[in-house]
């Protein structure tokens, strides 16, 4: 009795916490999920992982014989035990529960071990046991530790693991102020350098080889480069960018300005305009591609009946067969989706804006002209930068569009779908590469030169 009353009395000196074991659980769910996806569930192949297995047997592909519906429950029990793991991490106050909660999700992804080991029989079930790969081990293993941490649940063991956790914290080495932020920044630095910078290394060695995306790449030094600058349909490529990116870079920072000004105002029903010119950048560019092919069909497209219908002409233009007029029409249906985003953009910088400076240019005089340009436009010159970049960034790497609308044809290729054509449908990999490079060597060319000037004013500001 006197253990009891101790026991009771320590556990109200000492709240249960429920953080760490949550947290564990987290980590559980997502090392089931990755090993569920990305590594072998049989044998040694990646190809031959969990997720590929769970839809085979969904859609009763080749491989149904090799694995259960109750494979199923692997993915969901992670999923459900994430979700609970990071209510309890965000609420704080249901932990017992969610803990309970989660032993039973790795209760219901474990029944498919059970079912296989304990339950089933024959010669399939036996060359499935003999044919388990590692992400079939390492999932098991995680479901374990997804049931373990039920254990701090107990209140003993929950105290003790808190004494545990607290010894160890100050035990553990001193870290130097000036280190942290370093710290919380090599993460998402190394998934940069793995996902990002690194591939773009490749990209420019790739360019300096003769490769088809199969055998091994052949070192040819330039003369990917030297055939690139030789041949017309990079001329053209190059051509409709820079159209594309002087376009770009004026009518939709023109009109994104210009509604932006008009609905910083209170005007009736802005909201409403808002959301409609911003709507647009719901849809995704594929969509926008299939939209606008319907708006330039020439014998039912909303443009070609408008001018039929109130008898401007009978013969009207084949918008996208007309190689005079398909890589325009590209462009503008590009710019109805742009113009909302800056749109967007200038409208937080108008609402960032000190009042009492637009109150002080009123004051001398100025009208709304002159208040627009002497003191609003310079403001937002930090915004105006941020709209350039995006601006030279989309339209060099437009692909899209180009690819749904057109393939390419009625001279309106561009250096990304001329690159993505050479690579992936030609497999010259490394000629792919050099278009590669020179796309990015003019994105950086334009981006480069507009910061220098940009912070060159800001420092003599």
Same mark, same amino acid.
């Given at each position: 009795?006197?253990?009891?009353?101790?026991?009771?009395?320590?556990?109200?000196?000492?709240?249960?916490?429920?953080?760490?074991?949550?947290?564990?659980?987290?980590?559980?769910?997502?090392?089931?999920?990755?090993?569920?996806?990305?590594?072998?569930?049989?044998?040694?192949?990646?190809?031959? =992982?969990?997720?590929?297995?769970?839809?085979?047997?969904?859609?009763?592909?080749?491989?149904? +014989?090799?694995?259960?519906?109750?494979?199923?429950?692997?993915?969901?029990?992670?999923?459900?035990?994430?979700?609970?793991?990071?209510?309890?991490?965000?609420?704080?106050?249901?932990?017992?529960?969610?803990?309970?909660?989660?032993?039973?999700?790795?209760?219901?992804?474990?029944?498919?071990?059970?079912?296989?080991?304990?339950?089933?029989?024959?010669?399939?079930?036996?060359?499935?046991?003999?044919?388990?790969?590692?992400?079939?081990?390492?999932?098991?293993?995680?479901?374990?530790?997804?049931?373990?941490?039920?254990?701090?649940?107990?209140?003993?063991?929950?105290?003790?693991?808190? @004494?545990?956790?607290? @010894?160890?914290?100050?035990?553990?080495?001193?870290?130097?102020?000036?280190?942290?932020?370093?710290?919380?920044?090599?993460?998402?630095?190394?998934?940069?350098?793995?996902?990002?910078?690194?591939?773009?290394?490749?990209?420019?060695?790739?360019?300096?080889? =003769?490769?088809?995306?199969?055998?091994?790449?052949?070192?040819?030094?330039? @003369?990917?480069?030297?055939?690139?600058?030789?041949?017309?349909?990079?001329?053209?490529?190059?051509?409709?960018?820079?159209?594309?990116?002087?376009?770009?870079?004026?009518?939709?920072?023109?009109?994104?300005?210009?509604?932006?000004?008009?609905?910083?105002?209170?005007?009736?029903?802005?909201?409403?305009?808002?959301?409609?010119?911003?709507?647009?950048?719901?849809?995704?560019?594929? $969509?926008?591609?299939?939209?606008?092919?319907?708006?330039?069909?020439?014998?039912?497209?909303?443009? +070609?009946?408008?001018?039929?219908?109130?008898?401007?002409?009978?013969?009207?233009?084949?918008?996208?067969?007309?190689?005079?007029?398909?890589?325009?029409?590209?462009?503008? /249906?590009?710019?109805?989706?742009?113009?909302?985003?800056?749109?967007?953009?200038?409208?937080?910088?108008?609402?960032?804006?000190?009042?009492?400076?637009?109150?002080?240019?009123?004051?001398?005089?100025?009208?709304?002209?002159?208040?627009?340009?002497?003191?609003?436009?310079?403001?937002?010159?930090?915004?105006?930068?941020?709209?350039?970049?995006?601006?030279?960034?989309?339209?060099?790497?437009?692909?899209?569009?180009?690819?749904?609308?057109? @393939?390419?044809?009625?001279?309106?290729?561009?250096?990304? +779908?001329?690159?993505?054509?050479? /690579?992936?449908?030609?497999?010259?990999?490394?000629?792919?590469?050099?278009?590669?490079?020179?796309?990015?060597?003019?994105?950086?060319?334009?981006?480069?030169?507009?910061?220098? $000037?940009?912070?060159?004013?800001?420092?003599?500001?």
């Amino acid at each position: 009795m006197a253990v009891k009353t101790a026991d009771r009395s320590l556990r109200q000196q000492e709240p249960l916490d429920f953080t760490s074991a949550s947290f564990l659980a987290l980590i559980f769910a997502v090392i089931v999920l990755i090993a569920f996806i990305f590594l072998p569930w049989m044998w040694t192949e990646a190809k031959y =992982n969990g997720a590929r297995l769970m839809s085979d047997v969904l859609v009763a592909g080749s491989l149904k +014989n090799f694995g259960t519906i109750q494979l199923v429950m692997i993915p969901i029990a992670a999923l459900a035990a994430g979700g609970i793991a990071m209510w309890n991490l965000l609420s704080g106050r249901e932990g017992p529960r969610a803990s309970l909660l989660i032993l039973l999700c790795s209760a219901l992804g474990l029944y498919y071990y059970a079912d296989l080991y304990f339950i089933r029989s024959g010669e399939v079930a036996d060359y499935m046991r003999a044919n388990v790969g590692i992400g079939f081990k390492v999932a098991f293993v995680a479901l374990i530790g997804l049931a373990a941490q039920a254990i701090l649940a107990i209140p003993q063991a929950n105290l003790l693991w808190q @004494r545990v956790g607290q @010894r160890l914290s100050s035990r553990r080495p001193s870290v130097p102020q000036k280190a942290v932020p370093y710290l919380f920044l090599a993460g998402p630095l190394a998934l940069y350098i793995v996902w990002v910078l690194a591939p773009t290394i490749y990209t420019f060695y790739l360019s300096l080889t =003769n490769w088809d995306g199969v055998t091994t790449p052949v070192y040819v030094g330039l @003369r990917n480069y030297e055939t690139l600058f030789k041949q017309s349909a990079f001329t053209e490529s190059l051509s409709n960018n820079v159209r594309w990116l002087a376009i770009f870079i004026t009518v939709p920072t023109t009109l994104g300005l210009g509604l932006a000004m008009i609905f910083n105002t209170d005007m009736r029903g802005g909201n409403w305009y808002k959301v409609s010119f911003y709507s647009p950048l719901v849809l995704s560019w594929p $969509v926008i591609a299939l939209v606008w092919i319907w708006v330039y069909h020439p014998a039912n497209g909303l443009i +070609n009946s408008m001018l039929t219908g109130i008898g401007i002409t009978d013969n009207p233009p084949g918008w996208l067969a007309d190689r005079n007029l398909a890589i325009y029409c590209i462009i503008a /249906a590009a710019t109805w989706r742009q113009a909302g985003y800056v749109m967007v953009l200038y409208l937080a910088g108008l609402k960032n804006l000190d009042p009492a400076l637009l109150d002080a240019g009123l004051v001398d005089g100025a009208n709304r002209w002159q208040l627009f340009r002497h003191v609003i436009f310079p403001l937002l010159a930090p915004v105006t930068t941020i709209v350039f970049i995006i601006s030279v960034i989309d339209s060099l790497r437009s692909f899209d569009l180009v690819q749904v609308m057109t @393939r390419g044809h009625q001279a309106t290729q561009v250096l990304a +779908n001329y690159m993505y054509i050479e /690579a992936f449908n030609n497999y010259r990999m490394g000629f792919g590469g050099a278009i590669a490079v020179v796309l990015f060597s003019i994105s950086l060319v334009f981006v480069g030169l507009y910061l220098w $000037v940009s912070l060159k004013d800001e420092l003599e500001y």
